[in-house]
């Protein structure tokens, strides 16, 4: 039997209902595409939660 990959919960947040509250969160990096002129902001917390899924799957 094959396994099957984790599910990854992720969120996206409209940019217009967003209120950033940056006296409680701290970004941890933005990547931008630069093709359609958005950015995706990843903030502490949730980085090496990403970045532990993203190496899973290498």
């Not at 595409?33 to 799957?57: H, W």
Request: proline share 5%; aromatic share 8%; charged share 30%.
């Amino acid at each position: 039997m094959e396994k099957q990959p984790d599910i990854v919960p992720i969120q996206l947040d409209n940019q217009n209902d967003f209120d950033p509250m940056t006296h409680e969160r701290q970004l941890a990096f933005e990547i931008k595409d630069t093709n359609r002129n958005r950015t995706v902001s990843v903030y502490q917390g949730i980085e090496k939660y990403i970045l532990y899924a993203l190496l899973k799957e290498l």
